[in-house]
């Protein structure tokens, strides 16, 4: 028997879970709300159980629990056994760049067609959402016995489509065009008779019609996960960035083995608009969570600053590959390519916030565990985004880095990454979790040991 054949096969056996495992998660997820509850779903059958904000806190040494926000954010987490060493956090974001549909008068009548009034969400290649099967997917706010309650919503069907305009009418359109949300990217409910979208959201959810008092719902692609390439060595799916990383970061909570650190996991929604939201990276969600588990454990103030010293953020958001076609858009010297590992994101004016001590961290993490890292710098002329991390680390100031998987077409309807890649994503963060950050004392606070 060859032992490299039977390595081999056990890796593409891994990698093939891993690419189930994540295209389950993708296809739950058609908008942040189905994101969150698919965790809470995965979350429960691995034993967690659920906290309220509403309620008074009491978790107990080697309890698992989380906690949900306006159903679009969650943060779950591992408390230790015994007095926690620190706290090994990993951050992803549950939204992606789409339409949002409109509230009070969601459809635009003619004679001859109804048309779903649409505002964009988030930055998008706007182009690829045309001619391609869309649906409708997340909140409404129903009112029954004087009492609210927000319920997920899903139209599981093929329901709208933005047509393109006809070449023959835009002999320029393959020379450049411009989208205007207005017009050129309101989406075909139907014929001019077509009935109100309103009932097919009561329908879907299970509600009454008369009991829904708001509604807050995105256009989604209804089309499914899918291997690509020669050999299957690619993913095309929508939502990639940033549902790859919050799968990683989910699957690497579960599945680690408890240390002596609090292990936590954050999935934040509205980073696509800056996460100044109730729900956001950019509130108190994750500081509110880290005061009230620490008060939960008895500690004071002094004992709740140390331990934020002793702790390591991991903000996870996907990053550009370098193109095929467009290697001129990334520095030659950090482009990274899919398949090739965790990427780590630098840039000098902190978009992201990896510096020199939380890179040199993570890079041994990954190293110890046997996964590959590149690196990734915006190209010297080419400003890029930013990530949550520099938004999270705002509210609760810690050693943290940024980290993604490279992809392409990022903001796309549709987005391409590595196979391989979920399986290193999903390895490097169990190595996180499983790693303690043993910090120096206070005569050398800026050394760590990996234990």
Same mark, same amino acid.
């Given at each position: ?55 008074? /806190? ?27 060493? @620190? ?41 690829? /959402? ?45 020379? @450049? ?11 075909? #409910? ?27 719902? /995105? ?14 060595? #690619? ?11 919050? /799968? ?204």
């Amino acid at each position: 028997m060859n032992p490299d054949s039977d390595a081999l096969g056990q890796e593409r056996a891994f990698i093939m879970q891993d690419i189930e495992s994540l295209f389950s998660f993708i296809e739950a997820s058609p908008a942040a709300p189905g994101a969150v509850a698919e965790a809470v779903r995965r979350l429960t059958d691995a034993g967690f159980a659920p906290l309220a904000e509403t309620a008074p /806190w009491r978790v107990t040494p080697g309890g698992k629990y989380y906690l949900t926000r306006n159903l679009t954010s969650l943060i779950a987490f591992r408390v230790p056994e015994g007095a926690p060493s @620190g706290a090994m956090i990993v951050a992803a974001h549950s939204d992606s760049p789409s339409y949002a549909v409109g509230t009070a008068s969601p459809e635009r009548r003619d004679a001859r067609y109804t048309r779903l009034s649409v505002e964009k969400y988030g930055g998008m290649l706007a182009a690829t /959402w045309m001619d391609r099967p869309l649906s409708v997917s997340g909140v409404l706010t129903v009112c029954a016995d004087n009492t609210l309650k927000q319920i997920p919503v899903t139209i599981d069907r093929d329901l709208i489509v933005i047509p393109s305009l006809a070449i023959h009418m835009d002999r320029q359109a393959n020379d @450049g065009a411009t989208y205007r949300t207005s017009t050129e990217m309101q989406p075909l #409910y139907g014929d001019g008779a077509a009935p109100d979208l309103l009932p097919l959201l009561a329908e879907a959810a299970g509600v009454d019609p008369a009991d829904i008092v708001s509604t807050e719902t /995105w256009l989604y692609l209804r089309e499914k996960p899918r291997r690509v390439g020669a050999s299957g060595e #690619y993913i095309l799916s929508p939502r990639l960035d940033d549902l790859m990383c919050a /799968w990683g970061g989910l699957t690497g909570l579960i599945e680690a083995p408890a240390t002596t650190a609090i292990q936590m996991f954050a999935l934040f929604d509205n980073e696509e608009v800056g996460s100044a939201s109730y729900q956001g990276a950019g509130s108190d969600l994750l500081r509110g969570t880290f005061e009230r588990l620490t008060a939960a454990l008895g500690m004071d103030e002094d004992a709740r600053r140390a331990l934020l010293a002793r702790s390591f953020l991991v903000s996870a958001d996907n990053a550009h590959a370098v193109h095929p076609n467009h290697p001129e858009k990334a520095d030659p010297l950090y482009a990274p390519r899919m398949n090739g590992g965790v990427v780590i994101k630098h840039n000098a004016n902190r978009r992201y916030v990896t510096d020199a001590f939380s890179e040199g961290v993570f890079r041994e993490i990954c190293r110890r565990a046997g996964v590959p890292t590149q690196d990734y710098r915006n190209h010297p002329d080419i400003p890029g985004g930013s990530t949550l991390g520099c938004i999270s680390n705002g509210q609760l100031s810690l050693h943290a880095v940024d980290i993604g998987m490279a992809q392409l077409a990022m903001h796309a309807a549709c987005e391409t990454a590595g196979a391989q890649d979920a399986t290193y994503l999903r390895q490097a963060v169990a190595a996180f979790y499983g790693t303690a950050l043993c910090f120096g004392d206070g005569n050398d606070p800026d050394t760590v040991t990996l234990a």
